[in-house]
């Protein structure tokens, strides 16, 4: 099955400055990739996906790369904010397979610092 | 329109004793999903529903742990005999005919 990893674990950077959050899966026939950002207390919201058939999307100050024949994906967030403070997580899935659930990394924590 | 909603929001229950955990999905989603997380971990799929199909039960920690979804709409996750392993944050998500996930706030159950 699926296995996706992601890194790194935790990530602190100053507010204004850039940060990226990387993921790599196993199964090539996964095709939908989603970030889910989580703050405290709360479920996770989902943020901006990409699907197999385009490279890379942007939404604002976010944007998320993928690359099949490597099998990664990034998260890529520029002009941070204090607000952009939370749990991010990656996710993968097959739509053409049996399993219709999502498979996620264990998350980021990002710290952005005033 | 409204989210997912799920209740209670949190539940602390003695160890033994069964609890069932409710979930709303978003109004005309069929497809719902059921997570586990842990404390500072990732998320656990639990059981999916999608329509009338039968549910992929494959991520059920043991057999105390069933799932129901009455009239295609809401689900209620129950555990029995509950263990203090069983003590996490249940997340629900419905997904959207573009087969975006949606998540509900979650149910913070704790074992004693």
């Known amino acids: 099955g699926e296995n996706v990893e992601q890194h790194p674990s935790t990530l602190s950077v100053q507010e204004g400055d850039s940060a990226v959050i990387k993921c790599t899966y196993s199964?090539?026939?996964?095709?939908?990739f989603p970030w889910y950002k989580q703050e405290l207390g709360k479920g996770p919201q989902l943020i901006i996906d990409?699907?197999?058939?385009?490279g890379e999307k942007k939404d604002q100050r976010i944007a998320v790369t993928l690359n099949k024949t490597a099998k990664h994906f990034s998260l890529h967030i520029t002009e941070t904010q204090p607000e952009d403070s939370a749990v991010y997580f990656c996710?993968?899935?097959?739509?053409?397979?049996?399993?219709?659930?999502?498979?996620f990394g264990k998350g980021t924590k990002l710290s952005v610092k005033p | 329109g409204a989210g997912v909603s799920q209740s209670p929001s949190n539940k602390v229950t003695e160890k033994g004793k069964d609890v069932e955990l409710r979930c709303d999905p978003i109004?005309?989603?069929?497809?719902l999903y059921w997570y586990r997380q842990s404390l500072g971990q990732g998320l656990e799929f639990l059981i999916y529903?999608?329509?009338?199909?039968?549910?992929?039960k494959s991520g059920l920690p043991s057999d105390r742990f069933s799932a129901e979804r009455t009239g295609g709409s809401v689900s209620t996750l129950t555990i029995q005999r509950t263990q203090q392993e069983d003590s996490a944050v249940y997340l629900c998500?419905?997904?959207?005919?573009?087969?975006?996930?949606?998540f509900g706030p979650g149910t913070r159950l704790t074992v004693l």
């Open positions: 998500a419905s997904s959207s005919p573009k087969n975006e996930q949606f």
């Open positions: 199964d090539s026939a996964s095709n939908y």
């Open positions: 990409i699907r197999s058939n385009v």
């Open positions: 996710a993968a899935r097959n739509y053409g397979g049996s399993q219709g659930n999502l498979i």
């Open positions: 109004s005309g989603h069929t497809a």
């Open positions: 529903f999608q329509g009338n199909s039968a549910p992929d």
